[in-house]
């Protein structure tokens, strides 16, 4: 998650060899599942994410593939947004930056995770239940 991203997937090498044997059918209903469960941490992570402009909130994509699911986002300022974190000048000796309507001059300036914790991982945790119940509805189908 260091990138900025959550991960959802089947790390289980038994699963995955025995996945290679599968029938189409199966592959495809997990992969749905992936899918499903990638969107409904992909919309409450969108839900969750700050507001100014909503560039963030539409950044906020999935990345699928048949075992795993990447959710997350590439905007450069997602990842302070997310842990929190230390801004430091690139260039010069300050950071100035306006605070209610006062210029501020200051060698770094601390950022707290938004909302103290972040709106990936609030999101993949709120929904962790679902991913499950998605999980063991296409078990039954493939069961079935």
């Known amino acids: 998650m260091a990138d900025g991203f959550v991960k959802i997937d089947i790390d289980d090498a038994a ?3 025995a996945l290679s044997k599968a029938p189409a059918k199966v592959k495809s209903l997990i ?3 992936m899918e499903q469960s990638a969107l409904l941490v992909q919309n409450q992570a969108k839900i969750n994410a700050p507001f100014i402009t909503g560039n963030l909130r539409r950044s906020i994509t999935s990345e699928i593939k048949p075992l795993s699911a990447k959710i997350g ?3 450069i300022y997602a ?4 842990f929190g974190g230390t ?5 010069g000796k300050y950071l100035t930056f306006k ?3 006062r210029w501020v001059r200051t060698t770094m300036s601390r950022i707290p995770a938004y909302k103290g914790k972040g709106y990936l991982r609030p999101a993949l945790e ?3 239940d679902k ?3 998605i999980f063991a509805n296409k078990l039954k189908l493939i069961l079935a």
């Open 15 to 17: 699963f995955q060899k």
């Open 131 to 133: 991913i499950t119940e």
């Open 126 to 128: 709120s929904n962790r």
């Open 99 to 101: 605070v209610n309507g």
């Open 87 to 91: 801004i430091r000048p690139k260039a």
């Open 73 to 75: 986002t590439d905007v």
């Open 31 to 33: 992969k749905d599942g």
């Open 79 to 82: 990842k302070i947004q997310e």
